[in-house]
Every structure is written in C-alpha cells, then in structure tokens.
C-alpha cells in the first residue's frame, strides 16, 4: 500500500510537469484585489486610534452574521451616517476588523 506522502508527491510531480503548480509568495506591491485596497488595515496610525477610541467600550467585535441575520448595531448605524454625511454620498457601510494583540 502506498503511503500518504509518496501519493501527494507523486500528485505534485505531475501537476508540475503540466506546468500547473502555483506557489504562494508574500504580500507585495499594491494591494488591489482585497476590501482592503485602500490598506487601512495595516495602518499603524488608524489601529491606534482605533483602538484609543473603543477602549472600555461595548461594542461587538467579530463577524457574528450578517445585519439581517444578527440586527444592526447602533454605533456602527451611527458612524456609517456620519461617514456618508462626511464624503457627501447618500450611504457609507463601515467594516470592523480584528485588531491584533
């Protein structure tokens, strides 16, 4: 019986003579295939802030579902006014993501 690893080798052997296999790399260059094209999420300036802002506050932090799925937030219904107001545009939908430790 062959094992595991020489199958998966095997596999790999032959989707690279197909001119198949694809490598992962590094971030690099310009990101502009994510919902984070602008790079908010790597700012250090805006995490910190971020975080100084809702510091000892109550807010929801994860993706629970969906606002049909779980209700709207509040805060969050706030903020997106404040920004649609701000830029001069009808709406705005603000995205929390998850800072690290």
């Known amino acids: 019986m062959t094992e595991l690893p020489e199958l998966l ?5 032959e989707v690279s003579r197909a ?3 694809r490598r992962l790399y590094g971030r ?3 990101d502009l295939t994510s919902n984070d094209y602008l790079g908010f999420a790597s700012d ?10 809702i510091k000892n506050q109550d807010i ?3 993706a ?4 049909l799925l ?3 937030i509040e805060v969050f219904e706030k903020l997106e006014e404040k920004l649609a ?3 001069g545009k009808e709406s705005s939908l603000f995205f929390l993501f998850r800072l690290p430790s």
Not at 9 to 13: T, V
Not at 44 to 53: D, N
Not at 64 to 67: E, K, L, Q, T, W
């Open 9 to 13: 080798n095997a596999r790999i052997q």
């Open 44 to 53: 250090p300036v805006l995490k910190e802030r971020l975080r100084a802002t």
């Open 70 to 72: 779980r209700g709207q």
């Open 85 to 87: 107001l701000f830029s």
């Open 28 to 30: 690099r260059g310009l």
């Open 19 to 21: 001119g198949k296999l």
């Open 60 to 62: 929801p932090l994860g």
């Open 64 to 67: 629970s579902g969906s606002r």
